[in-house]
């Protein structure tokens, strides 16, 4: 699972990703997936104008779909996760994020040294 940052980059300015993860992206030996956490995020903070994150919701969700991501909802279970998390990062979007790494035992790929500090299936790229 891609975190939000690297899904824009991997969807509109693929020259950003960092070369360790375009070879993961690329692999046809890994599935690859987002959440819906992360398109949740695009809206509220394209919404409230942050320069970093400017893109159509709708448009990335469909990108993404189109070119073979699975699209992993977000649950009671990954919501309840979050209480057993270190409170290391505050933000609620990376939170649910690794929640359902966790849960569902998927890795998640970010570029955030300080969401890699959670235990777990998390890998900074």
Do not use: C
């Not at 940052?5 to 993961?24: F, M, T, V």
């Not at 409230?48 to 469909?62: E, F, K, M, N, P």
């Amino acid at each position: 699972m891609l975190d939000t940052h690297l899904l824009l980059w991997a969807a509109g300015q693929p020259d950003r990703l960092p070369e360790e993860a375009r070879a993961l992206i690329d692999s046809p030996e890994n599935e690859l997936f987002f959440s819906a956490a992360s398109i949740w995020e695009v809206v509220i903070k394209s919404g409230l104008g942050r320069s970093d994150i400017q893109a159509d919701a709708r448009v990335l969700r469909r990108g993404l779909l189109d070119n073979g991501y699975g699209e992993l909802p977000v649950g009671s279970e990954h919501v309840v996760a979050i209480v057993g998390l270190p409170a290391i990062h505050k933000d609620p979007f990376d939170r649910i994020l690794i929640a359902q790494a966790q849960v569902e035992g998927i890795t998640l790929l970010t570029v955030d040294p300080t969401v890699a500090q959670y235990p777990g299936p998390v890998r900074v790229v």
